[in-house]
T-cell receptor, first 110, second 112 residues
Framework: KQEVTQIPAALSVPEGENLVLNCSFT??????LQWFRQDPGKGLTSLLL?????REQTSGRLNASLDKSSGRSTLYIAASQPGDSATYLC?????????FGTGTRLQVFP | NAGVTQTPKFRILKIGQSMTLQCTQD?????MYWYRQDPGMGLKLIYY???????DKGEVPNGYNVSRSTTEDFPLRLELAAPSQTSVYFC???????????FGPGTRLTVT
């Protein structure tokens, strides 16, 4: 059974820091991996999608990498800002269904 | 486009009551999904649909029913509400040929 784990569960950093969020999964047979952002009381917004054949994707200050063989993905946020404060969820597309991790709650303080 | 819309935003139900959570998307997406998110947890798939007239169970379907009579609408029905169904419910959709899911704002349901 596919299981997705995210570490750390919560993170609080000062503005300007570069930071890394981790996601691990138990079954490497995935179609893709996605990173989402969730603001309090809101739905999810897709940030990055990495196909199984890709190693990384970049969007602005965000960079996500994927290592299928080790079952790991990282989301790198450069020069963090208070507006980055949110919960970040990773999800693996496994047998055409998304399996979500429990998320990392990020707070960036001025 | 309004994207994915869900109604109601909040609802309190008594044990044993029934209700329907509405989900509509105006993007002509083939695939639609219902998830629930319990506090501090990730999302779990309840039901999904690959097109009008076709639905299938996800990871946690017990206590729920769905229908998909049109491309736009994918309602989720709770027949006999139980406290274990207290959660936030999200609807999502995906166009054919894409993996990216578009989420609605969610419905916060409390069963007491």
């Amino acid at each position: 059974k596919q299981e997705v784990t995210q570490i750390p569960a919560a993170l609080s950093v000062p503005e300007g820091e570069n930071l890394v969020l981790n996601c691990s999964f138990t079954d490497s047979a995935i179609y893709n991996l996605q990173w989402f952002r969730q603001d309090p009381g809101k739905g999810l917004t897709s940030l990055l999608l990495i196909q199984s054949s890709q190693r990384e994707q970049t969007s602005g200050r965000l960079n996500a990498s994927l290592d299928k063989s080790s079952g790991r993905s990282t989301l790198y946020i450069a020069a963090s800002q208070p507006g980055d404060s949110a919960t970040y969820l990773c999800a693996v597309d496994h047998t055409d269904k998304l399996i979500f991790g429990t998320g990392t709650r990020l707070q960036v303080f001025p | 486009n309004a994207g994915v819309t869900q109604t109601p935003k909040f609802r309190i139900l008594k044990i044993g009551q029934s209700m329907t959570l509405q989900c509509t998307q105006d993007m002509n997406h083939n695939y639609m999904y219902w998830y629930r998110q319990d506090p501090g947890m990730g999302l779990k798939l309840i039901y999904y649909s690959v097109g009008a007239g076709i639905t299938d169970k996800g990871e946690v379907p017990n206590g729920y029913n769905v229908s998909r009579s049109t491309t736009e609408d994918f309602p989720l029905r709770l027949e006999l509400a139980a406290p274990s169904q207290t959660s936030v419910y999200f609807c999502a959709s995906t166009p054919a040929g894409s993996y990216e899911q578009y989420f609605g704002p969610g419905t916060r349901l409390t069963v007491t």
